[in-house]
């Protein structure tokens, strides 16, 4: 089945920086983007950016420009996040969800497929 | 980029319906049919519902309906349950090629 499964919590100093990562199975990791967006403790849901996993081109919220950077590894069907000059105000859940096309690939700009979500802790 | 309006809750008894709003701009909401909405229990990843403003994903039941007005995106839910309490999240795509959320609204079923 489609699923995504991310790497397990993080606790990291302030300042340091943090690299999750998104293993896909379960269909063809270089024909679908994947997103990466962020939750603190009893907020709402953040945008942080997104990879075109087939040529790697990236696209980041203005919020994270400078400080997230996205990767992919398509032999290993992963895709990873790394967040650098962590801050308290960065301890949050981070997901990965996998962008949504129709039949003929034209994107919904949606995103139908989550991982489990990791908890990244930032504390001194 | 700033987060798109959403009421911080709404309530619904049982069988009611309920909609919940999403209010952004001519730069995301309002110039794009790319909006989303997504369901979250607490301590859960979030689940799609909606897709291109009205489109539900294939198991989604079609108790839950969305629309759009200008800049305005709506969430209806129809034949409330228990189960439907839970965050509800818009999302839209914008005119700088990314995507942006709502504020998020808690359902509670009374």
């Known amino acids: 089945q489609v699923q995504l499964v991310q790497s397990g919590a993080e606790v990291k100093k302030p300042g340091a920086s943090v690299k999750v990562s998104c293993k896909a199975s379960?269909?063809?990791?270089?024909?679908?983007?994947m997103h990466w967006v962020r939750q603190a403790p009893g907020q709402r849901l953040e945008w942080m950016g997104w990879i075109n996993t087939g040529n790697g081109n990236t696209k980041y919220s203005q919020t994270f420009q400078g400080r997230v950077t996205i990767t992919r590894d398509t032999f290993a069907s992963t895709a990873y996040m790394e967040l650098s000059s962590l801050r308290s105000e960065d301890t949050a859940v981070y997901y990965c969800?996998?962008?949504?096309?129709?039949?003929?690939?034209?994107?919904?700009?949606?995103?139908?497929?989550w991982g489990q979500g990791t908890t990244v802790t930032v504390s001194s | 980029q700033s987060a798109l309006t959403q009421p911080a809750s709404v309530s619904g008894s049982p069988g009611q319906s309920i909609t919940i709003s999403c209010t952004g701009t001519s730069s995301d909401v309002g110039g794009y049919n790319y909006v989303s909405w997504y369901q979250q229990h607490p301590g859960k990843a979030p689940k799609l519902m909606i897709y291109e403003v009205s489109n539900r994903p294939s198991g989604v039941s079609n108790r839950f309906s969305g629309s759009k007005s200008g800049n305005t995106a709506s969430l209806t839910i129809s034949g409330l349950q228990a189960e439907d309490e839970a965050n509800y999240y818009c999302s839209s795509y914008t005119s700088s090629s990314t995507l942006v959320f709502g504020g998020g609204t808690k359902l509670t079923v009374l």
């Open positions: 379960g269909y063809t990791f270089t024909s679908y983007a």
């Open positions: 969800a996998r962008n949504s096309y129709s039949t003929t690939g034209t994107s919904y700009y949606a995103m139908d497929v």
